[in-house]
C-alpha cells in the first residue's frame, strides 16, 4: 500500500499562472519531506524540503505548504515557467532523515505551455 | 564539484546473465542509497550505506541483489541471474552523514531481455 500518494498523475497550466502539485501520506511518522523535479534521462534533483514541525517554506518561486492534520502536503510554483515542465516527485523521510531511505509517490507530470 | 556518477549510463543484458551497476557518490558524502524506478512508478528504495556497512537492505527484492561499498566511497549494486522484471532505471544518491536531503545520480537504465 502506497505511504505517499500523488493522485494527479498530470497537470497543465499556462505560463505566469500557478502550478499547485499535491501530495497525501498516511503515515503519521514521516518526518520530512521533500520535493524532487525530474527531466527526462535525468536523476531527481532536489527542490524544497520542509519539516515537519513548520507549515510552509519558500524558496524564491517555490513554496511547499504542510497540513500535518490532514496529512497533506502541496507544492506551489509561482509564476510558473516552460522550463518548470518536469516531474514532479514529493517524498517523505521517517525519523532519523539520512538514516533511512525516502519514500516517494509516483509523480506529477506538469507542463507548463507559453 | 562533481555531483553523483552512475555507470553505465545504459545496460542490456540477456536474462539469466549477471550484471554490475557503478556509483561514485558526491566527495565528503557518507551515505548512500541504491533506489529504482519502474515506468510509471517513482524510486523505490533498495539498499542504504552509512560509511561501508549496509544500514539497511531491506528493500532489496531477493537474493540476487547485492550491494557494495568496501572503501567508504564508491558502491557497487550487483543483480545475479537477471530477469526482465528487473529492467528498470537504477537510481543512486547520496547524502551528508544526518542530511534529510539525498543528491541523486543520473542513473543506470537496465534492460533485460
Known amino acids: 500500500d502506497q505511504q505517499v500518494k500523488q493522485n494527479s498523475p498530470s497537470l497543465s497550466v499556462q505560463e505566469g499562472r500557478i502550478s499547485i502539485l499535491n501530495c497525501d501520506y498516511t503515515?503519521?511518522?514521516?518526518?520530512?519531506f521533500l520535493w524532487y523535479k525530474k527531466y527526462p534521462a535525468e536523476g531527481p534533483t532536489f527542490l524544497i524540503s520542509?519539516?515537519?514541525?513548520?507549515d510552509k517554506n519558500e524558496d524564491g518561486r517555490f513554496t511547499v505548504f504542510l497540513n500535518k492534520s490532514a496529512k497533506h502536503l502541496s507544492l506551489h510554483i509561482v509564476p510558473s515557467q516552460p522550463g518548470d515542465s518536469a516531474v514532479y516527485f514529493c517524498?517523505?523521510?521517517?525519523?532519523?532523515?539520512?538514516?533511512?531511505?525516502?519514500?516517494f509517490g509516483k509523480g506529477t507530470k506538469l507542463s507548463v505551455k507559453p | 564539484g562533481a555531483g553523483v556518477s552512475q555507470t553505465p549510463s545504459n545496460k542490456v543484458t540477456e536474462k539469466g546473465k549477471y550484471v554490475e551497476l557503478r556509483c561514485d557518490p558526491i566527495?565528503?558524502?557518507?551515505?548512500l542509497y541504491w533506489y529504482r524506478q519502474s515506468l510509471g512508478q517513482g524510486p523505490e528504495f533498495l539498499i542504504y550505506f552509512q560509511g561501508t556497512g549496509a544500514a539497511d537492505d531491506s528493500g532489496l527484492p531477493n537474493d540476487r541483489f547485492f550491494a557494495v561499498r568496501p572503501e567508504g566511497s564508491v558502491s557497487t549494486l550487483k543483480i545475479q541471474r537477471t530477469e526482465r522484471g528487473d529492467s528498470a532505471v537504477y537510481l543512486c544518491?547520496?547524502?551528508?552523514?544526518?542530511?534529510?536531503?539525498?543528491?541523486f545520480g543520473p542513473g543506470t537504465r537496465l534492460t533485460v531481455l
Open positions: 517524498a517523505a523521510s521517517r525519523p532519523g532523515g539520512s538514516q533511512g531511505n525516502l519514500i
Open positions: 520542509i519539516s515537519s514541525i513548520k
Open positions: 503515515n503519521s511518522m514521516f518526518d520530512y
Open positions: 544518491a547520496s547524502s551528508f552523514f544526518g542530511g534529510n536531503e539525498q543528491f
Open positions: 566527495s565528503g558524502h557518507t551515505a
